[in-house]
């Protein structure tokens, strides 16, 4: 299957601009995870010719589809509200692509027949949507979109309107599925337990830029910039006041929380700067290096999501934990140590504090 590539893609709409550069593998699931507004799902109907880019081109493989309308791109697409015809039936709903591309009644009900059963709805083929659960209308949809057997699947965060139950049974299902398919598929998505457990590759978007793409396993541990670093989950970020380096040439970062030792292989950067550091990993210690004042406790279900503020505190400096109960209380100072290979060092020429 052809890999997906967007060369120089730019597309303005208004005050925003959309800039990207970016190869997704062929035969896999690529993912593209991003805030609202980050360009994801434009960047989705670029490539499926609902949108024109103002310069750049896109190609499935060597095949360039810029110069080709939606229909002759050989493009499936799964729509976040479903998008299923009410008054047809299931089989109907699948068989519409084929029967538009010219293939006789009765060949594209079979092909409709062989994509419902691949995604295990074949018994439902006459029912109608309105009959169906959100779960159902979602396979019938994404059988809908591999029906006419293309070489691209396109998925705009097609498990978004599920409970979280049905939506991480779902996502497993669709794993199978697409891989069962053999596309090249791409998913956008703002959730990040979704794209990280659906990622064969993922990439990170942000105000119309991709700022990061690899593997979901190196982009989770060295996340390239500070935006895909907080995206992912590291929450906790402090600034750099300064750097000092003890007589074993350990490399240690002074913040308003207390000194962090730096991994080895870290070097001194220009200020200003800002650590990152999962929740997680911080390690609540009776003397730890870390120190903060607690000013919001919250239960999570597994422990307590708690939040710190430096002391004396300073806008945009805090620690965030995760702690088994009992909890702490407003105002209690709590200290931490954190394991230096779990700290990840970055040079922002622009940081002025506060949160993602």
Same mark, same amino acid.
């Given at each position: 299957?052809?890999?997906?590539?967007?060369?120089?893609?730019?597309?303005?709409?208004?005050?925003?601009?959309?800039?990207?550069?970016?190869?997704? *593998?062929?035969?896999?699931?690529?993912?593209?995870?991003?805030?609202?507004?980050?360009?994801?799902?434009?960047?989705?109907?670029?490539?499926?010719?609902?949108?024109?880019?103002?310069?750049?081109?896109?190609?499935?493989?060597?095949?360039?589809?810029?110069?080709?309308?939606?229909?002759?791109?050989?493009?499936?697409?799964?729509?976040?509200?479903?998008?299923?015809?009410?008054?047809?039936?299931?089989?109907?709903?699948?068989?519409?692509?084929?029967?538009?591309?010219?293939?006789?009644?009765?060949?594209?009900?079979?092909?409709?027949?062989?994509?419902?059963?691949?995604?295990?709805?074949?018994?439902?083929?006459?029912?109608?949507?309105?009959?169906?659960?959100?779960?159902?209308?979602?396979?019938?949809?994404?059988?809908?979109?591999?029906?006419?057997?293309?070489?691209?699947?396109?998925?705009?965060?097609?498990?978004?309107?599920?409970?979280?139950?049905?939506?991480?049974?779902?996502?497993?299902?669709?794993?199978?599925?697409?891989?069962?398919?053999?596309?090249?598929?791409?998913?956008?998505?703002?959730?990040?337990?979704?794209?990280?457990?659906?990622?064969?590759?993922?990439?990170?978007?942000?105000?119309?830029?991709?700022?990061?793409?690899?593997?979901?396993?190196?982009?989770?541990?060295?996340?390239?910039?500070?935006?895909?670093?907080?995206?992912?989950?590291?929450?906790?970020?402090?600034?750099?006041?300064?750097?000092?380096?003890?007589?074993?040439?350990?490399?240690?970062?002074?913040? *308003?929380?207390?000194?962090?030792?730096?991994?080895?292989?870290?070097?001194?950067?220009?200020?200003?700067?800002?650590?990152?550091?999962?929740?997680?990993?911080?390690?609540?210690?009776?003397?730890?290096?870390?120190?903060?004042?607690?000013?919001?406790?919250?239960?999570?279900?597994?422990?307590?999501?708690?939040?710190?503020?430096?002391?004396? &505190?300073?806008?945009?400096?805090?620690?965030?934990?995760?702690?088994?109960? *009992?909890?702490?209380?407003?105002?209690?100072?709590?200290?931490?140590?954190?394991? &230096?290979?779990?700290?990840?060092?970055?040079?922002?020429?622009?940081?002025?504090?506060?949160?993602?």
């Amino acid at each position: 299957m052809p890999p997906i590539i967007f060369d120089a893609v730019q597309f303005r709409q208004g005050e925003f601009t959309l800039s990207a550069s970016l190869t997704l *593998p062929g035969g896999q699931l690529s993912v593209i995870l991003g805030p609202s507004g980050s360009g994801k799902s434009t960047l989705l109907n670029l490539c499926a010719g609902f949108l024109k880019p103002h310069s750049g081109r896109i190609f499935s493989g060597s095949r360039e589809l810029g110069p080709l309308p939606p229909e002759e791109r050989s493009i499936g697409f799964v729509f976040q509200d479903h998008a299923l015809f009410p008054h047809l039936s299931v089989l109907d709903n699948v068989a519409f692509g084929p029967r538009m591309r010219g293939t006789s009644r009765r060949e594209a009900r079979n092909m409709a027949r062989n994509k419902l059963a691949l995604v295990g709805l074949e018994k439902l083929a006459e029912r109608h949507p309105a009959s169906l659960s959100g779960g159902e209308r979602q396979r019938v949809s994404l059988a809908r979109a591999l029906a006419p057997e293309p070489d691209i699947l396109l998925l705009d965060e097609p498990l978004s309107s599920l409970d979280t139950s049905l939506r991480i049974r779902l996502r497993r299902e669709l794993r199978a599925i697409i891989a069962s398919a053999g596309v090249s598929a791409l998913l956008v998505t703002h959730d990040q337990e979704e794209a990280l457990a659906m990622a064969d590759y993922l990439a990170v978007m942000n105000e119309g830029r991709i700022v990061g793409s690899g593997l979901p396993e190196t982009l989770w541990t060295m996340p390239g910039e500070l935006f895909t670093a907080s995206f992912l989950g590291r929450k906790c970020r402090l600034e750099v006041l300064n750097f000092s380096r003890n007589s074993q040439g350990v490399l240690t970062a002074l913040t *308003p929380a207390g000194p962090i030792a730096l991994p080895p292989a870290c070097k001194e950067v220009r200020l200003p700067a800002v650590i990152a550091i999962r929740a997680e990993v911080l390690l609540q210690r009776p003397n730890g290096a870390l120190r903060g004042r607690v000013s919001t406790v919250e239960f999570i279900g597994s422990g307590y999501l708690v939040e710190l503020e430096t002391d004396p &505190p300073k806008a945009g400096n805090f620690l965030i934990s995760c702690l088994p109960a *009992p909890p702490p209380r407003r105002g209690d100072i709590l200290s931490f140590e954190v394991n &230096p290979a779990d700290v990840i060092l970055f040079e922002m020429p622009n940081f002025t504090g506060g949160n993602l």
